[in-house]
C-alpha cells in the first residue's frame, strides 16, 4: 500500500451510489494535497454506460475537481449482454433518481485507451495506482491493449468477489461486479497484475447509519450531495434487505488507499467461475505448487470497522 508520497491515482467505476459517495471521499483528499486524482474511467454496470458516465462527471463536478477527466468505456462485458442493472439500490439514474435525467455531461476519450497511456506516461517517474470498483471490463481491455500494463502501475485496487460468509450480494454465489463480467473478472485475477481485493467479507461490515448521514454538516455542495445520497441508499436498503443503514463497498476500497491500517490483507490464488449456474463466483485458496509461480492477490479479509467508518465520514463531512 502507498508510502508516503501522494499517489497518482487512475479510478474506473460504474456510478451508482457508492461509487458516488467514493468519488467524494477521494475528490476531499484530492483537495488536501493527499493524492492525485489523475482521470476517471466509467464502465457500464450499476446502470448503463451513458449514465455512468454523466453520474462521474456530475459528482466530480460539484466535488470541485471540474479538471478531472472523466472517460467512457465499455458499454457492455465483454463476453455477454447484460439487461440486468442493480436500480433497486442506485435509482433509476444510479444516482437514487435525485438529479432529474439531464445531469452530468460526456466527455471524449476512451476509458482502456487512457488506463493504458496514462500509465504509460509515469509522471515524475511515479506509477499510478488503478482502483476498480465497477465490472473489469475496463481494466480486462486496458490489459489485452497493453499485456506489460502490471510493470506500469503501482498497485491496482479491485472492490469486488466474495470468498467466505457472505457467498454474494446479487447471487447468493456472487458478488455483484464479478457477476456483472465474469470474463473480465477471470482474466484480471490470472494476470500478472499487483492486485489487492476488497470483497463482500470486509465491505458488508461497514454500515453507515441514517444517524451518520443525519450528522453530516450539510452546508457545503458536496457533503450535501453526500448526506442526500447516503440517505437515499440507506432507504433502499432497508427497502431491499431490511438493513437498519447502508452498505459502502466502493468507499471502503478508497479508505483503504487514504489509510493503510483500515484493511489486513492476506496472499490467496484468486479464481473466478465462468462458466454455466456458478458464473461470477469466486474462490480464495493458499498457493499450490501446480499453480506455476502464479501471481497471487492480496485479499482483505478483516476490517477495523470503526476507523473504516471514521475515514468515510470524516472525508465526506467536509475539508
Ligand atoms: C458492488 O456492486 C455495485 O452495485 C456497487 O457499486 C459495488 O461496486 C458491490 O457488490
Ligand atoms: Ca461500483
Redesign the pocket.
Known sequence: MPGDEPIRLLVDC?P?I??AIMLLLLAHHHRRGDLVLDAVTAVA??VPLDKTTRNARFVLDRAGLVDVPVYSGAAQPLARRHTEQ?VA??GPDGLGGLYGPDHGGIDGGDAAVEIVRRARAGVDGRRPWLLA??ALTNVAIALALEPALADLLEGVVV??GAFGAPGG??RPWA???FYFDPEAARRVCESTLPISIVP?DV?ERVVITEADAEAIDRRQGPSQLAADLLTQSIENHRRQMHLDGCLM??PLAAAALVDESILRWVPRVVDVCTEGELAGHSFARTAHHADRGRRESHVALYVDVDRARATILNALGGD
Open positions: 460504474d451508482g457508492d461509487d454496470g450499476n442493480a439500490f442506485h470498483t465497477g472492490m469486488g450480494n446479487w458478488e455483484y461486479n463482500l465491505t463497498h466502493d
